[in-house]
């Protein structure tokens, strides 16, 4: 008797954590529906497919290369970018591109083209997680993404959905030696330290599809944020060291005001591709015509931040777009609250 209890106990234990995921079905075939699998099993149509990738993307943006193969490598309002593996040191990918958008790093037949608006959908609402894992259904039979996808194939992203997610907040100290402090279940604690501070806002173009403290990008190298209003141009970027140091692309971040530049402690490993800050935490969240599933979805899955100006009150970001050295010069501290999902 006192063997069935302990199996029923474990059996109520695994199920009660279980994750949930929401399941992301693309097909290569143009004109077919793009659709989201719910944990309960609802299925959403999300769009159609308009053109389906042809090759792969090599070499893709630097950071693509910190990511995990046949996962998602960036989550974003105007693309989501899938590492198919790393070659010579460099990411190759495939990207999944609104059909009016602007994303530079989805290169010429390497990506799907998807009729949802930029910011919605698979860029919005049911944006996957970073780290989310992908593979292709071919034939009735699934395998890892190894390759470009072929006609008929349908791409497969199965994105976490954690109701009660490692850490639900970070607070950043925006000044050289700054800490970046993690809130979570097991407490607060210190996960890194600034090297640069972030005193001014520049044209991020994908900011143009996203809101004022809103998470335009999230990807192993790099948390965009928006500081326009949708529809105008204007942002900060905050990034780890390594990505700073080594990526070609990144040089100006030493020079200019919109970058914020974050360090590992002493002794602990880089950041790059890591959680909670570049790995399996911020999605773009819904706006427009999303309609999640209830509002505790709704509204949960939007992370924000938030800032303080000389060592004020919390407050929301100021709204600044263009390129304005010194726009943020007096915010002292910025916060990000996580999504969570709760269903």
Known sequence: MKKIIVLILLLWSSCAYAES????????IIGSNVKAVMPHGEI???GQVLKFPVK??????????WAAPSTVCASAVNAVHILVNVEDGRGRIISLVPSITVAPAAAPGAYFSLDMPAGTGIFGGFAPLTGSEVRVLHDGQESPLTDTPSEGDTLIIRTPLPESPSVYMVDIENRPAGRVIAYGARGAHVIARVVRRVAGVGRFGGTVYQNVGRIRASHSGVIDVS???RDEVGGIQIMPLKHALTSHEMINAWSLTQWMIIAPLPGMPDLEGTPPLFKSALVPGPQLGD???????QYGRKPLVLCRRDGGEWERLPEVSGKVDDALIDVTHLRIYFPVWTW
């Open 21 to 28: 995921f929401i399941e992301l079905r693309i097909p290569c």
């Open 44 to 46: 959403l149509t999300l």
């Open 56 to 65: 792969t993307n090599h070499p893709a943006y630097t950071a693509s290369k």
């Open 227 to 229: 500081t326009s209003r």
């Open 291 to 297: 309609k999640l599933p209830d509002v505790w979805s």
